[in-house]
């Protein structure tokens, strides 16, 4: 099962739809600032962010539950036929401190289906008007009744970059407790080092039509909140490899073109190391989160390989 193709690059060149949107992202008003200074400019007294709503026409497309959670929304889409076999807790990214985007929508959508699964999906609060203590919490609780309700083994924690982030160190948190352990888990494009250390990561910079390292390491620390930023707790590439062993089945798929890619393949490593079933597909040229961008060849071929994955 381990083999030296835990590594795939599933599309040698980008599709034209891909190259397009990443041309109109880059001449957009960037979802982060481009610098330190910008970022604590950003945060500085801003309006306590929302979260972009569900689009109504969900209703009619699948079947929707809603409740609250330590005082968080949180919201679950079935398929239309009923719930699925397969539950995936997802965690939508933002760099913890931006709620959920409208793009995160379709994605859900597109998860549910194609991969005929039903998909909750945490509201959680964001720092730094709330601690990650916060986040964390609302994590353990919304998993913790899930696994009351679902079999554990046919959980399936997922997360788009700090959302990645949180899915693997919910599984992390609960190796360490000794809790139910989900089935699976599956990462796009994760946050993994909060510090962004490994110098290999510079040049991809200027590819990243997204991310800066200056404003992640800002974002980080704020997120760290005086805790060491290679505590696993807050960067989950250096969890000890006794952890790692613990978790289940992990796929991670990440763009060439995405800052994270450099710690994808360092984590990917650690996992075989650790005995972990584990795979990592790249994309060349995709941007972060490639995979929100649902009518694009490689988001598609993303849905495929998920669905394979849960399936097997």
Known sequence: MLTDTSTELRSPTPSLLM????????????????????????????????????PEGFRQRFIIEEHEVLGSKVVTLH?????GQWHMLYFHGGGFVRPMFKEHWPLVAEMVKQCGISVTV????MVPEESYTAQDALADEVYAELAVKHDPAQIILNGDSAGGHMALALALRLNAAGGPL?????LFAPWLDLGLAD????????????????TLRACGSMVASGRAINDPAVSPLYAPAEALAKLPSTRIWTGRHDLFIID???????????GVDAKLYEYEAAPHVFMAITPTREAKDVMRLLRDFIAG
């Not at 398929?79 to 719930?83: A, C, M």
């Not at 945490?122 to 609060?125: A, D, G, I």
């Not at 989900?182 to 599956?186: D, F, Q, V």
């Open 199 to 214: 110098p290999a990561i510079a040049a991809v910079e200027p590819h990243d039509v997204m991310l800066k390292i200056g």
């Open 79 to 83: 398929p239309k036929s009923g719930p």
């Open 264 to 274: 994808s393949r360092s984590f990917l490593t650690r996992l075989i190391a650790a």
């Open 122 to 125: 945490p509201l959680y609060p």
């Open 19 to 54: 190259r397009a949107v990443k041309w109109v992202v880059s001449r957009q008003t960037p979802v982060f600032p481009l610098d330190e200074a910008g970022f604590h400019q950003t945060m500085a007294g801003r309006r306590l962010p929302l979260d972009a709503p569900m």
């Open 182 to 186: 989900p089935g699976k888990l599956a």
